[in-house]
């Protein structure tokens, strides 16, 4: 299948394209290169450019969005502004150009951010080094795990209401244009080698190696033909923060690297 990944230079891109690149032919549209080991079609673009956009989705079966604003700046008013831009007429330009091409699927990697977080850590993580400039706010009181696919997002931060409002507009994809689109959200996506983080407790609980976040976006790909569908993704397997019954049932998905495991000696 030749897929658009929109969005593929960046930190999930690089860690997921070898993998998509063995079951898809991929183009990548970009202000930077991809990662150069891996073989896909580069086209140099910016979202804000809707004909650049249009010309990107031209002959493509699906499109893979997960273009993000930067991280430099995190939580300032310039970068909560580059986000917004990206999440909301940024994947609308996409989505509407794709289905203006006749593409009928997509994928948006969202986040579990689209939640407040729960406000509890790793409970057998005491004495997990904490690096205080990891983002991940301290959670909300009386939840003690996140939510699942059947209760509305509620994040009020500018990085899950962006997210939020992304699931939005595909949503809208699905009802006003008749698109498929799967929303996967990602928790914490790490190197193969590097998984678990070991900065945050919380983050070493959910976070996904780049394999699993490929694989989800593999079933995701496969997925069509549903309307819109949020799954969470994540490397918890034993459940403990995540509930991940929908994507187990529905995509057939679950971590092959779980956090509940031993760290690696």
Request: negative net charge.
């Amino acid at each position: 299948m030749r897929v658009l990944v929109i969005g593929g230079s960046g930190m999930v891109g690089g860690l997921v394209l070898p993998y998509l690149a063995e079951r898809h032919d991929l183009r990548v549209f970009d202000l930077k290169p991809p990662r150069p080991d891996v073989d896909v079609e580069y086209v140099a673009g910016d979202l804000r450019d809707v004909a650049a956009v249009s010309r990107a989705v031209e002959g493509v079966d699906a499109v893979v969005f997960m273009a993000m604003g930067p991280m430099a700046g995190w939580g300032s008013l310039d970068n909560a502004r580059a986000h917004f831009e990206v999440a909301v007429p940024g994947l609308h330009v996409a989505l509407r150009a794709a289905y203006e091409a006749g593409v009928t699927h997509a994928v948006y990697t969202s986040s579990m951010s689209v939640y407040a977080e729960p406000a509890v850590d790793d409970p057998g993580a005491e004495d997990t080094p904490r690096d205080d400039t990891v983002s991940i706010s301290p959670g909300v009181p009386g939840r003690d795990r996140y939510p699942d696919e059947s209760t509305p997002p509620d994040a009020t931060d500018f990085y899950g209401l962006a997210k939020r409002l992304g699931e939005e507009v595909c949503r809208n994809a699905a009802e006003v244009y008749g698109m498929s689109v799967v929303a996967l959200r990602l928790c914490h996506p790490v190197a193969d080698a590097e998984f678990p983080r070991t900065d945050h407790p919380r983050a070493r609980l959910i976070c996904t190696s780049a394999r699993d976040v490929a694989r989800a976006l593999l079933a995701g790909l496969d997925r069509r033909g549903h309307g819109f569908e949020p799954f969470a993704i994540s490397g918890d397997g034993a459940e403990r923060l995540v509930p991940m019954a929908r994507a187990r049932e529905v995509l057939g998905w679950t971590p092959l690297d779980s956090t509940d495991q031993p760290d690696p000696a």
